[in-house]
T-cell receptor, first 112, second 114 residues
Framework: EDQVTQSPEALRLQEGESSSLNCSYT??????LFWYRQDPGKGPEFLFT???AGEEKEKERLKATLTKKESFLHITAPKPEDSATYLC?????????????FGKGTKLSVKP | NAGVTQTPKFQVLKTGQSMTLQCAQD?????MSWYRQDPGMGLRLIHY???????DQGEVPNGYNVSRSTTEDFPLRLLSAAPSQTSVYFC?????????????FGPGTRLTVL
C-alpha cells in the first residue's frame, strides 16, 4: 500500500534556528514527490516537485532533497513568516494519473 | 486570473440534508479533484476528473457525487449529509497529467453536519 509519513508532527524553532522536516514514503514506483505549504484557513500552496533520488530544489530559505525512501525539507535561518503546516505528497506510477497521496503534515512554529 | 474558487466558505447542515459545494477554475485546467481534510489525517481524495464529461472515484467516494459538464466547473454533491462528512473540503486543479503536476488548491469549504 502506498504510504507517506511525515515527522515530526510539530516543530517549534527560534528565529534563525535551522532544522529539517522529514517525509518518508512507500510507493510502488515514484512519479514525483511534492511539498506544499498550508497556512491556517487556507488551501495548500505548491512549493516543490522532486522526481528522482539525488535531486535538490531551493526557494528562499527552503531546500528540498530526495532519496529513494525519503525527502527532507531543510529550513535555513527561519523567520516567523515561515510558520505554517508543511505537507508532503507522492504521485505513484501505479494507479490513477495525477492523484496525490498526502502525509499528515508537520506544523512548524517559528518564534521571534 | 482568480485561480480556483470555492463556495460557500462555511456551511452547516442537518443530517439528511443535501447540498452542492461549488468549485470553479479559470486557468483552462483539464484535471480537477476534490479532497477532504480531517484533523490528524492527510488530505484524502474523494473524486477527480481528467476532463469535461469524465469523472472517477478516489480514496473516499462514498456519500459524494460529482459531474463535469464544463472544463471550468466541478461541483461536489452531498445527497444525504452525515456527521461523518464534517470536514474541510478542498478543490484542486492542474493543467495536465504530466510530471510537472503542480496542483492549485482553492481556499476550502468548512462543512459541519449536525
Amino acid at each position: 500500500e502506498d504510504q507517506v509519513t511525515q515527522s515530526p508532527e510539530a516543530l517549534r524553532l527560534q528565529e534563525g534556528e535551522s532544522s529539517s522536516l522529514n517525509c518518508s514514503y512507500t510507493v510502488s514506483g515514484l512519479r514525483g514527490l511534492f511539498w506544499y505549504r498550508q497556512d491556517p484557513g487556507k488551501g495548500p500552496e505548491f512549493l516543490f516537485t522532486l522526481y528522482s533520488a539525488g535531486e535538490e530544489k531551493e526557494k528562499e530559505r527552503l531546500k528540498a532533497t530526495l532519496t529513494k525512501k525519503e525527502s527532507f525539507l531543510h529550513i535555513t535561518a527561519p523567520k516567523p513568516e515561515d510558520s505554517a503546516t508543511y505537507l508532503c505528497a507522492v504521485q505513484a506510477v501505479r494507479g490513477s494519473q495525477g492523484n496525490l497521496i498526502f502525509g499528515k503534515g508537520t506544523k512548524l512554529s517559528v518564534k521571534p | 486570473n482568480a485561480g480556483v474558487t470555492q463556495t460557500p466558505k462555511f456551511q452547516v447542515l442537518k443530517t439528511g440534508q443535501s447540498m452542492t459545494l461549488q468549485c470553479a477554475q479559470d486557468m483552462n485546467h483539464e484535471y480537477m479533484s476534490w479532497y477532504r481534510q480531517d484533523p490528524g489525517m492527510g488530505l484524502r481524495l474523494i473524486h477527480y476528473s481528467v476532463g469535461a464529461g469524465i469523472t472517477d472515484q478516489g480514496e473516499v467516494p462514498n456519500g459524494y457525487n460529482v459531474s463535469r459538464s464544463t472544463t471550468e466547473d466541478f461541483p461536489l454533491r452531498l445527497l444525504s449529509a452525515a456527521p461523518s462528512q464534517t470536514s474541510v473540503y478542498f478543490c484542486a486543479s492542474s493543467y495536465s497529467l504530466g510530471l510537472e503536476n503542480e496542483q492549485f488548491f482553492g481556499p476550502g469549504t468548512r462543512l459541519t453536519v449536525l
